[in-house]
């Protein structure tokens, strides 16, 4: 029965997340849809919205590109570029203002030396040799937990360091649209009447970051919880 305790626990917790989660990307594309669909004042699109932010904010340095897909917006602080999707750099709705803004959020955090940011980033290489070799150490740590505990050990603290990374991208995250939503206020790029819509497509896309965190979270107590068990 005791054992059983943590497995029934992670169950309950793994299955929440999942519904959770789809509940969330189900919300995040219906506000993608809807918010696509309104378009801001002065015309601009995304890829204007971007430049526009970086040239107010004393960032020459950075381009912003068009990349493939849907919901593929990102900053890369390697290649210095702001890669907007399709929609979102040509569109000139108030959902590829709001994105375009909060991936500048990230380059001004880079310019500024953004703490969280920078350490996040200094895991990106930690993290993507973790995530190719956790769950093949953890499944062996398993196997022979009894006679070899430290490859379990090992497993764990794998694990625990893509969770810390789920975790640091949270305030990420929530400063960098902080900063969007400030400036799109600030210019009159959104008004009284859009800003609200603007906060609201950007505390979607939040919410999906809030549940990979909570998930990440469980399943490393989880494992926790197994490994004092069994050893």
């Not at 549940?211 to 068990?229: C, E, M, N």
Request: proline share 3%; net charge positive.
């Amino acid at each position: 029965m005791e054992t059983s305790s943590p497995v029934s626990f992670y169950w309950i917790i793994f299955i929440g997340t999942v519904i959770l989660s789809w509940i969330v990307q189900s919300l995040l594309q219906s506000k993608y849809k809807k918010y696509s669909r309104i378009r801001i004042s002065s015309g601009l699109t995304g890829a204007d919205v971007a430049r526009k932010m970086l040239l107010e904010n004393g960032i020459a340095d950075v381009q912003v590109t068009s990349v493939r897909g849907k919901l593929t917006d990102h900053y890369n602080p390697v290649s210095r570029t702001v890669n907007l999707s399709e929609g979102v750099y040509a569109g000139n709705s108030i959902m590829a203002a709001a994105v375009a803004a909060h991936e500048c959020g990230h380059a001004l955090q880079h310019a500024k030396g953004y703490a969280p940011l920078k350490m996040r980033s200094t895991l990106v290489p930690v993290v993507s040799f973790a995530s190719q070799w956790v769950m093949w150490v953890i499944l062996a740590g398993l196997l022979v937990v009894n006679t070899f505990p430290h490859l379990m050990l090992l497993g764990i603290i794998l694990f625990a360091l893509t969770t810390l990374f789920s975790l640091i991208t949270l305030p990420v995250e929530i400063n960098a649209s902080s900063r969007a939503l400030a400036w799109l206020n600030e210019t009159g790029i959104t008004n009284y009447e859009t800003h609200p819509m603007a906060r609201d497509a950007l505390k979607s896309a939040a919410y999906t970051y809030i549940v990979a965190a909570i998930s990440s979270l469980a399943t490393l107590f989880y494992y926790i919880t197994l490994f004092t068990r069994r050893h």
